[in-house]
């Protein structure tokens, strides 16, 4: 079975700075993808970033970057430069690769972005 | 424009009286999914489909119910709602056939069961 662990509830970051948010996951599967998403207060949700198990670069969107460490099973956030606009929730999640896999969501971590 | 619709956005209703959230996605999305976010416990599944007539339990599947009879559509039927299912309610889609297929969500619903 999957599972995401998230073990930040919630985290401060002073405006300008980088921030890290943990992701670590548990599967058999052997290939595999690890998503981040944003939830914003107004709701929605919003997906940032993707990473394949058999990427060999970690992936990068704008200021946000996925620290990739595959023989931890760790799949960190790295938002750089933080904005007041960071602020919301945050989820990781991951999909096996086999026809029909379901996705499986962590619990998520609050980010608060102080001026 | 992609998107998943999903109406209404919120609702409030008895306990007992049943109701549907409806579902909608323009992509040709294979997959398509049902969850629902309380405080401090994430998303949680609820029900997921395959395909058309492909449907499977998630994780908190109990006093819910779903149907796909066409591919853009997948509806959440509540037959007799009750208080605990007061929640936000997501529907979601995505391609199937490789881990890299992002979902797309829709705006929520917020439901609340009195």
């Known amino acids: 079975a999957q599972k995401i662990t998230q073990t930040q509830p919630g985290m401060f970051v002073q405006e300008k700075e980088a921030v890290t948010l943990d992701c670590t996951y548990d599967t058999s599967d052997p290939s595999y993808g690890l998503f981040w998403y944003k939830q914003p207060s107004s709701g929605e949700m919003i997906f940032l970033i993707y990473?394949?198990?058999?990427?060999?670069q970690n992936a990068t969107e704008g200021r946000y970057s996925l620290n990739f460490q595959k023989a931890r099973k760790s799949a960190n956030l790295v938002i750089s430069a933080s904005q007041l606009g960071d602020s919301a929730m945050y989820f990781c999640?991951?999909?096996?690769?086999?026809?029909?896999?379901?996705?499986?969501f962590g619990p998520g971590t609050r980010l608060s972005v102080l001026p | 424009e992609a998107q998943v619709t999903q109406n209404p956005r919120y609702l409030i209703t008895v306990t007992g009286k049943k109701l549907t959230v409806t579902c909608s996605q323009n992509m040709n999305h294979e997959y398509m999914s049902w969850y629902r976010q309380d405080p401090g416990l994430g998303l949680r599944q609820i029900y997921y489909?395959?395909?058309?007539?492909?449907?499977d339990k998630g994780d908190v599947p109990e006093g819910y119910k779903v149907s796909r009879k066409e591919k853009r559509n997948f509806p959440l039927i509540l037959e007799s709602p009750s208080p605990n299912q007061t929640s936000l309610y997501f529907c979601a889609s995505s391609l199937l056939g490789g881990s890299s297929y992002e979902q797309y969500f829709g705006p929520g619903t917020r439901l609340t069961v009195t």
């Open positions: 999640a991951m999909r096996g690769d086999h026809y029909g896999q379901n996705f499986v």
């Open positions: 990473q394949g198990s058999y990427d060999q």
């Open positions: 489909s395959m395909n058309v007539e492909v449907t």
